[in-house]
């Protein structure tokens, strides 16, 4: 099963960009939903998760408020609004999905997700 990410683009410094990531029908709602980021030449890194069952928001602290992460009431679908872009930001963005709870601490894990996207490719130019 491969989750269907897209929103990717090029964008100027300081600009927005709202991120889509949706689960294949017939898979079932996902407990816990969350996006990674790999940078060139970089591993993958936590971005931001969000736990189903008492929407629970985990951000990585480079976010620092910039980034909002949101999901459908059918659990099938996962959004990142990114704000105030800067060229740091600039990866190939995956989301995730988990269709059973994942404890706190393993929730920045790559390992916990079961499901994962392709990716979009967001570049962001100063």
């Known amino acids: 099963v491969q989750l269907q990410a897209s929103g990717g683009g090029l964008v100027q410094a300081g600009d927005s960009l709202r991120l889509s990531c949706a689960v294949p029908?017939?898979?079932?709602?996902?407990?816990?939903m969350a996006w990674f980021r790999r940078a060139p030449g970089q591993e993958r890194e936590f971005v931001a998760a969000l736990r189903g069952f008492d929407l629970t928001p985990y951000y990585a602290d480079f976010v620092k408020g910039r980034f909002t992460i949101s999901r459908d009431n059918a659990r099938t679908a996962v959004y990142l609004q990114m704000n105030s872009l800067n060229p740091e930001d600039t990866a190939v963005y995956h989301c995730?999905?988990?269709?059973?709870?994942?404890?706190?601490?393993?929730?920045?894990?790559?390992?916990?997700?079961?499901?994962w996207g392709q990716g979009t490719l967001v570049t962001v130019s100063s």
């Open positions: 995730a999905a988990h269709p059973r709870r994942i404890i706190t601490s393993q929730v920045r894990e790559v390992r916990s997700y079961d499901y």
């Open positions: 029908a017939g898979t079932g709602s996902m407990n816990v």
